[in-house]
């Protein structure tokens, strides 16, 4: 997902200005509509270290009343938070009904820290992703808006602004370790947070990656991209259905009262319709079987290649062994051609024998093997 992403073409700055102001404006009308109807919005900024996630956050805030928000930095968790559910510190932070809940980082960037640091086992990553999703899936299902952000930066733009910040003593602190180690190892942090993107991107809490080269273009894209969450949001609001933010708005389904019944069809296309639904369920039908046959016919062919790799390489083994089923055949095939054969022939049939390419039988003693060469 981000690796596949190719960005976004930056507009001009005066377009920027209008879009930002535009969407300024329309933020600020609808937290008086969030607080009405009771909208809870959870929006998460993760993002590179230096990529200005608590910049974007603070622009935002500028236009909410401080009364409907609140922000959260999560750190570290503690002794006490290590002991509980590792999502349990998230939930104490989810917001009120019409109010707004910012943080900057959230549970992706304790999850993606686990893996790369602190040696997370892929079952142990995989059963926090599962439990993510079931967190955001709930969140969306009992009314919250849930808006996620990732800013994106590239290698060379972030090892650009940590050098910028450690120039000087004032901002020096800003640059951790981790957004060292972070320019340090981009490659390998880039492929976790690609497939930690794709595996948490749902159709009711989407990833929304954000271009964030520019200060002022990043904002007004996390801007636009919330209000028209909103937007949705609160015209599905009415509906008892979960909020879908990446597709179009729910149309309102008319009641049975109101759709007429006394409709009529001819014979003629009734038919037409039915012969026309038969062929349909039977193209389908011979395409399913097209693929079936095909995909059997590549696993044979599959076999019969590692069949005959196998018998090419066995050719070139000095010996060749034999397995336990061929050993208890030949077993029972050296007893029945020598059950009449004097106890001595029985007895050295048991013993371990080896052909050598010359013809040559030796025996090996106290052995349960039996290799033939070719």
Not at 93 to 110: H, V, Y
Not at 226 to 246: D, F, K, S
Not at 266 to 273: D, M, P
Not at 320 to 347: F, M, Y
Request: glycine share 6%.
């Amino acid at each position: 997902m981000l690796k596949e992403w190719n960005g976004t073409e930056k507009p001009q700055e005066e377009e920027i200005s209008a879009r930002l102001t535009a969407a300024r404006n329309r933020l600020m009308q609808q937290q008086m509509q969030v607080k009405e109807q009771k909208l809870p919005v959870l929006v998460l900024v993760e993002g590179w270290g230096t990529a200005g996630k608590g910049f974007v956050i603070g622009q935002i805030i500028r236009n909410i009343d401080p009364r409907f928000f609140k922000v959260a930095s999560m750190e570290e968790p503690t002794v006490e938070e290590q002991r509980k559910p590792f999502l349990c510190r998230h939930f104490t932070r989810i917001p009120e009904a019409g109010k707004f809940q910012f943080l900057d980082s959230g549970w992706m960037d304790e999850v993606i820290k686990g893996k790369l640091y602190d040696g997370m086992t892929d079952a142990e990553y995989a059963m926090r992703v599962e439990s993510i999703k079931r967190f955001e899936r709930q969140l969306t299902d009992n009314g919250y808006l849930v808006m996620k952000f990732f800013l994106h930066i590239s290698r060379k733009e972030q090892k650009k602004r940590i050098e910028s910040l450690l120039e000087s003593k004032d901002t020096r602190w800003r640059v951790g370790k981790h957004d060292q180690w972070q320019n340090t190892h981009y490659g390998k942090c880039e492929d976790a947070f690609d497939s930690y993107l794709k595996e948490t991107n749902m159709p009711s809490a989407p990833w929304y990656i954000i271009d964030a080269r520019s200060r002022k273009w990043a904002e007004t894209q996390v801007l636009e991209m919330l209000t028209q969450g909103i937007e949705i949001a609160l015209g599905n609001r009415a509906m008892a259905v979960p909020l879908l933010q990446n597709v179009f708005p729910l149309t309102q389904m008319p009641q049975l009262s109101q759709i007429a019944l006394d409709g009529t069809i001819e014979a003629e296309e009734y038919k037409a319709e039915a012969d026309k639904g038969m062929e349909e369920d039977a193209k389908e039908a011979r395409e399913k079987a097209t693929l079936q046959s095909e995909e059997a016919v590549r696993k044979r062919r599959e076999e019969r290649e590692k069949f005959e790799e196998k018998i090419e390489e066995n050719r070139e083994a000095d010996t060749l062994e034999v397995s336990e089923e061929g050993k208890v055949l030949l077993k029972s095939n050296t007893d029945s051609n020598c059950s009449d054969a004097p106890k001595s022939h029985s007895d050295s049939a048991q013993e371990s024998v080896i052909y050598t390419k010359t013809g040559e039988a030796s025996r090996k003693e106290q052995t349960s093997s039996i290799s033939v060469s070719v």
